[in-house]
């Protein structure tokens, strides 16, 4: 079976739905969407509060694992990536963080032109609707909803904000705003306490139309080259169907940080090397298909708590069965939100310009998968370095797209990685110690009283640390010789071929990434239908006055011993 489409787009996810709804506005061309994965109706996807089952489930996640990781001990990582409608952005925690102003300013700095932070900020609102409306910053009636949950209900997350303030940081109003530095409300992907991803708010509602189609349960088996330009690709339906389908004008590759490489390395694009190991005949050689893999990985800093005010108190069969019934009926309560409510990024020295720690509190202690909650009530802070300098890789090891390539983030490579996590360890310590928790904070459970020098939190941290989820950087945009696309996202070398998705990240945002992937395929919409591009947004960009100075704007109440 044969077709023709004008753009062909691999890969219905946090980018692929974006750029599925932007480009067939136009009803002149026809839009063709691939993805692996099916629907995405299931209650444990839309109902925000049960995102650990989606994401630890075989139906709705690729469940790719890390290489031995060597600074690691040698354990295997999860690595999960969304295989359903939607893509990530329907198994994620649902955190809606773009990234601090100066990570995309970086961006530019290291190539990817066009790309600094007032190109960026116009993209962001564009995709936005904040459920407190627009302003300078925030978008009022863009497809993607954002809101902050429950209005932090639960005591403990005003507890932590003020005791961040105790602590000498600074309490920001809104991180995707003026100032990100500082402690304050998180905000979520949450629309009338649904989940609401790419697919509930890009996709759907464009699958109406003639000129868009979308095939679920199909394996992108390769691209299809004609010399140095893409003119298709060969897909692998249900019974094992093999398809052609042709593009008149672009293959646009939205598979995600590990899937886009795959499938260019898959096709012949990628390192000879590598590609010629795994039995792969080398059509283009480009060393930076797979390279450059980056990730944020975290530990968990937890607490007992005084007060029987967690969400361990809903963990038993009877709780979870209350809340779900609630959401059901009401689309409210528990259910409605991720329960990371509370956050904040904070300079882990002075003479950062930028946050590079960012925290995740949370009033439940237990692990990301939902599994081994504490007896009794805890709370926890998820935390790590958000700007790593550890690089990994993406290899091929079978043509075969069902087998899954090696995947190594080399995560504690850099000796800045290692030392961030002991910045973490003893810089959250401090801050829980404050008086606004005092009424609260019960043991430390983990990693417990007794790790304290740096080779303790060391090896705590090689032992229990887990990826943040983040994965990116794989198929790095720039302009020089080891950047997997230019600027304007093109395959080096090729033609009518694109890679649009988090792979493209020269660097990790200090932040979750869902956002800015949304934000990248946007802005790749307007490129590829080469239409004038938003005009740039010079929004002033908030400092704590005393950074080049101190590592936090003002002294603490209480020092605590770390």
């Not at 109706?41 to 650990?52: C, D, K, L, T, Y």
């Not at 690729?62 to 969304?82: D, I, K, N, S, V």
């Not at 010399?227 to 339906?237: L, N």
């Not at 293959?251 to 390395?265: C, D, E, F, K, M």
Request: include cysteine.
């Amino acid at each position: 079976m044969e077709e023709t489409f004008d753009y062909v787009v691999v890969g219905a996810g946090s980018a692929g739905c974006v750029l599925a709804a932007r480009l067939s506005e136009d009803p002149q061309v026809s839009v063709l969407v691939l993805e692996y994965g099916g629907s995405d109706r299931s209650v444990i996807i839309q109902m925000p509060s049960a995102f650990s089952l989606p994401m630890n489930t075989k139906r709705y996640n690729w469940h790719y694992e890390t290489a031995e990781e060597p600074h690691l001990g040698g354990r295997r990582l999860h690595c999960p990536r969304g295989k359903v409608l939607g893509g990530s952005s329907s198994i994620n925690g649902l955190v809606y963080i773009r990234g601090h102003a100066y990570d995309f300013d970086e961006w530019e700095s290291l190539g990817a032109h066009g790309w600094s932070y007032r190109n960026c900020l116009p993209y962001f609102k564009r995709a936005e609707h904040f459920k407190f409306g627009g302003d300078a910053y925030r978008g009022g009636d863009g497809p993607l909803h954002t809101n902050n949950g429950n209005d932090m209900a639960n005591p403990l997350y005003g507890a932590w904000v003020e005791a961040g303030a105790q602590a000498g940081y600074a309490k920001t109003d809104d991180c995707n705003g003026y100032l990100q530095e500082g402690f304050g409300a998180m905000h979520m992907t949450v629309k009338d306490g649904v989940r609401w991803s790419t697919a509930n708010a890009y996709l759907r509602p464009a699958m109406s139309r003639p000129n868009l189609k979308v095939v679920t349960h199909a394996m992108t088996r390769e691209i299809v080259l004609e010399g140095k330009r893409a003119t298709g690709v060969r897909y692998e339906v249900d019974g094992g169907e093999v398809r052609l389908a042709r593009v008149r004008r672009e293959v646009l590759v939205a598979a995600g940080p590990i899937g886009s490489p795959h499938l260019l390395q898959r096709s012949g694009i990628g390192p000879g090397e590598v590609l010629q190991r795994a039995g792969v005949a080398v059509k283009h050689d480009l060393p930076g298909v797979g390279a450059n893999l980056q990730d944020h990985s975290e530990i968990y800093i937890q607490w007992a708590c005084k007060q029987p005010i967690t969400l361990n108190g809903h963990m038993g069969p009877m709780g979870k069965l209350a809340i779900g019934a609630r959401w059901l009926a009401t689309r409210e309560g528990l259910g409605a939100s991720n329960h990371f409510e509370a956050g904040g990024f904070i300079r882990s020295r002075a003479g950062l310009r930028w946050p590079d720690i960012q925290f995740h509190f949370l009033p439940a202690a237990m692990r990301y998968d939902g599994h081994e909650p504490i007896e009794g009530h805890g709370f926890m802070v998820l935390t790590g370095p958000n700007k790593p300098k550890s690089r990994g890789h993406v290899h091929l090891v079978s043509p075969d797209p069902y087998v899954h390539p090696e995947i190594r983030f080399n995560y504690l490579a850099h000796e800045d990685d290692r030392d961030g996590f002991r910045r973490c360890v003893r810089l959250t310590r401090e801050i829980v110690g404050q008086p606004a928790m005092d009424p609260y904070r019960g043991e430390e459970l983990a990693p417990g009283q007794d790790v304290r020098t740096d080779d303790e939190i060391d090896a705590f941290v090689r032992e229990t640390m887990e990826s943040t989820m983040h994965p990116c950087g794989s198929c790095r945009m720039g302009e020089d010789a080891l950047a997997a696309v230019d600027s304007e996202l093109r395959v080096r070398g090729l033609q009518g071929l694109r890679v649009i998705d988090s792979s493209v990240f020269p660097t990790e945002p200090n932040g979750n990434l869902n956002a800015p992937t949304i934000m990248i395929a946007e802005r790749a919409a307007d490129l590829v239908r080469g239409r004038g591009m938003l005009a740039p947004d010079d929004a002033p960009v908030g400092q704590v006055d005393d950074w080049a100075t101190r590592q936090r704007s003002g002294a603490p109440l209480r020092a605590v011993a770390a």
